[in-house]
């Protein structure tokens, strides 16, 4: 078997079914072999970064792999972001390169692309990937595949496979036995971490469910959720975990953002005497800015391998196989009767504005509430900026978002890569400022039969860096036509300067088969109530001198 005709069959056996990616000569053997297997659909955007963030919001809406392909060196080094962000983030890739034939090695010359040398671009990758490799030997290249291909299955992390271009088409050797990843499982570190939980949690006067972003990654959500209602648990989630457990939900408290959030949320989370954390490590952003209330004598963490409870430390104990020894467990079979679950906090109501009133970006949120309300199924992808703070109180069920990594230009080739996948429309929120690094890519949505509704709030500038120094200077975006731009690309451009405006604007998208970009303009200096309150605590902690 060929080397490309094995890799293809491996990863339709994962069930990949697209691939996003831009030739290159140094690609262009692998891409031709592509375009002759004809199983995938290839999804070609303009910019390598596009490239990942794409493949990444299909591994996070499908719960799948996401796979790129890309050349060497100008390409592959071109995305390296898009792959940090998913590996920090747990979202599995994989990231097919093509490379210098063995040939062009040998005769020792330097080709274009290569930085310091053959490896260069396989040694930063080592850094932003869990498992890396270059397939220059028929013996070994189906070993690699096999490993590369079950370590972003198992781990949830990206993986590098680079592909000499005199390589494609060679005959390989079957992979060794070794080659799948083995992940160790302690049976009794389960059981022992599951009693610990369940008796933390059946003794405890406020217990409360956080859910991080690994519930979504393991697909745990319906377990999870099964679980949440046998306890009569009030649930947060987390700022990355937003979206693994459903916003409507009768139990959803809110995202937990520290002293961020709301008065009645913190009331909730940090007056818990038992705080199970499911599928997140704490970081400044995981659980926001922390009032440092979540300590050992009340935390308890679930993560991917391991269980965290006070100084106890349970190691290989599978986050899916703890969730199902809770869910099981003899113990907890029913709530005690005098567990309550504390009042959901609810965002304010929509303004009693008139059609005419300007926007702001509070009103933005009203507006958006409305929508999510009308159409509960519709994902939301938000970029990084103001409008990812915005968007913890937009009450979607389901939500992509880089809220760990915290990259810019992440919307648009994700919503591209979340409706190519598996052709659900999402609603995408974000900025001028990220829609200048990659919103263009969006005129290759119709192409792809993908009509994302985009919610452009534009201030002109970078308003969520503005916010930490008000008298800044270098925060200033040039102004962009960007609903004429709309047109110009094939979709639909809306301005929506007033309440009524955005209202019928977001009616009318919706009706269209076409992508729309909605551009709502909302004045310098006006902020979300949580970037107000995230930057107002985070300057306190970070900022000011001790």
């Not at 050992?296 to 196989?321: S, T």
Request: charged residues 20%; glycine residues 8%.
């Amino acid at each position: 078997m060929t080397l490309h005709q094995f890799l293809f069959d491996r990863l339709w056996d994962r069930g990949v079914r697209h691939i996003y990616g831009i030739p290159g000569d140094f690609a262009l053997n692998l891409f031709e072999a592509l375009e002759r297997d004809g199983r995938f659909r290839l999804v070609r955007l303009s910019h390598e970064p596009a490239v990942g963030f794409a493949a990444d919001g299909a591994a996070r809406m499908t719960g799948g792999l996401g796979v790129c392909c890309v050349t060497y060196g100008a390409g592959g080094l071109n995305m390296v972001n898009p792959v940090a962000c998913a590996y920090a983030e747990e979202s599995p890739l994989v990231v097919l390169s093509g490379g210098p034939g063995r040939v062009e090695k040998r005769a020792g010359l330097h080709v274009h692309h290569e930085v310091k040398t053959f490896e260069s671009q396989l040694n930063v990758y080592r850094e932003v990937t869990e498992y890396s490799a270059i397939l220059d030997d028929p013996r070994t290249a189906a070993t690699h595949i096999t490993r590369a291909i079950d370590v972003a299955v198992k781990a949830k992390r990206p993986v590098y496979l680079e592909i000499p271009r005199d390589m494609v088409t060679e005959a390989i050797d079957p992979p060794l036995d070794e080659a799948r990843l083995e992940m160790p499982v302690d049976a009794g570190a389960v059981a022992e971490a599951v009693d610990e939980i369940a008796a933390r949690v059946l003794s405890a006067a406020r217990p409360v469910l956080i859910a991080g972003v690994e519930v979504h990654r393991f697909q745990l959500r319906d377990q999870v959720i099964r679980l949440a209602e046998k306890l009569n648990l009030p649930v947060a989630s987390s700022f990355l975990g937003r979206g693994a457990f459903p916003t409507r939900h009768p139990q959803f408290v809110g995202t937990y953002l520290g002293v961020v959030s709301p008065p009645e949320l913190r009331a909730i989370v940090e007056e818990s005497d038992c705080v199970l954390l499911v599928g997140e490590r704490i970081s400044d952003t995981s659980l926001g800015i922390s009032a440092n209330r979540l300590t050992e004598r009340n935390l308890l963490i679930v993560v991917a391998r391991d269980v965290f409870i006070g100084h106890h430390r349970y190691e290989n104990a599978p986050i899916d196989q703890v969730v199902t020894g809770l869910e099981s467990h003899p113990t907890l079979v029913a709530p005690r009767r005098d567990w309550q679950l504390p009042a959901v906090p609810q965002p304010a109501a929509v303004q009693p504005a008139t059609g005419a009133t300007p926007m702001s970006a509070s009103l933005v949120i009203d507006v958006l509430n409305e929508f999510v309300e009308a159409h509960p199924e519709v994902p939301l992808v938000c970029d990084t900026g103001d409008c990812l703070f915005a968007s913890v109180e937009i009450r979607s069920n389901e939500i992509v978002a880089p809220a760990y990594y915290a990259t810019m230009g992440f919307a648009v080739p994700a919503a591209i890569g979340v409706q190519t996948s598996t052709g659900r429309r999402p609603l995408v929120l974000m900025g001028d400022g990220a829609f200048q690094m990659t919103g263009p890519e969006i005129a290759h949505a119709p192409g792809y039969g993908c009509n994302p509704v985009i919610v452009l709030v534009n201030n002109n500038r970078w308003e969520m860096l503005q916010a930490f120094y008000p008298h800044a200077g270098y925060n200033d975006t040039v102004s962009w036509p960007f609903a004429k731009l709309a047109e110009l690309w094939g979709g639909a451009g809306f301005n929506a300067p007033t309440v009524g405006d955005l209202r019928r604007a977001l009616a009318e998208a919706w009706a269209l088969p076409r992508f729309s970009i909605v551009e709502v303009p909302v004045p310098k200096g006006d902020i979300s109530p949580v970037l107000a309150r995230f930057v107002q605590a985070f300057k306190e902690r970070v900022y000011q001198p001790r």
